[in-house]
């Protein structure tokens, strides 16, 4: 069963405390997708990677993290340093990569919501 | 930085009835995509229109787009209560790898 899977779907964090936001896709894509969502403000894009080893930051990189050391796998931390972290975090995929082939259909996961007590 | 403006934010409709949805962009694209977001979900794709294309059907989904006017709209024919969900616009500019500009999203309420 091909898709792209998120964990933990509920996730609270006390201030001061970093957490990561897990990302697994079975689908061979080549990049992938960390977007943070806000009621009324649509989907902003925290960091990508088109390719094993590789990323870029986004619009809203501060305070985030990523590492990309695996083609399935796409890890996010929140760190104590982003001021603002309460949201719905979504990861997504797509086949379209370093190399230019492929299609830039993303793929998304079911999403993450983190809740700062 | 969104490059796509979705209007308008919501529509209420009965079933049966049309839904049109506009999206509008500022720079140059290589293609601009729809998706669905049912509430509290992950985004699910629904039809991709390149940049040389000018419409494309996809069951009851209908979308133009306009490259002179930077704009594109989506039609949902014979709405169903099913078909309650937020509607995003996603643009990918010729210059860049990979990475879509989404709007901020149209809420569709069908009533039924």
């Known amino acids: 069963d091909g898709g792209i899977t998120q964990s933990p779907k509920y996730l609270f964090r006390k201030e001061g405390q970093n957490v990561t936001l897990s990302c697994e896709q079975n689908l061979n894509h080549d990049a992938m997708y960390w977007y943070r969502q806000d009621p009324g403000q649509g989907l902003r894009l925290i960091y990508y990677s088109q390719i094993v080893n590789d990323f870029q930051k986004g619009d809203i990189a501060e305070g985030y993290s990523v590492s990309r050391e695996k083609k399935e796998s796409f890890p996010l931390t929140v760190t104590s340093a982003q001021k603002n972290p309460t949201a719905f975090y979504l990861c997504?995929?797509?086949?379209?990569?370093?190399?230019?082939?492929?299609?830039?259909?993303?793929?998304f996961g079911p999403g993450t919501r983190l809740t700062v007590l | 930085s969104q490059q796509g403006e979705e209007d308008p934010q919501a529509l209420s409709i009965q079933e049966g009835e049309n839904a049109t949805m506009n999206c509008s962009y500022k720079t140059s694209i290589n293609n601009l995509q729809w998706y669905r977001q049912n509430s509290g979900r992950g985004l699910v794709h629904l039809i991709l229109?390149?940049?040389?294309?000018r419409e494309k059907h996809s069951g009851r989904l209908r979308v133009t787009l306009d490259t002179s006017k930077k704009s594109s709209s989506l039609l949902i024919t014979a709405s169903r209560a099913a078909d309650t969900a937020s509607y995003f616009c996603?643009?990918?500019?010729?210059?860049?790898?990979?990475?879509?500009?989404f709007g901020r999203g149209t809420q569709l309420t069908v009533w039924p």
């Open positions: 229109i390149r940049s040389n294309e």
């Open positions: 996603a643009t990918r500019r010729g210059s860049t790898l990979g990475r879509l500009y």
């Open positions: 997504a995929s797509s086949s379209r990569g370093a190399s230019g082939s492929g299609s830039d259909e993303q793929f």
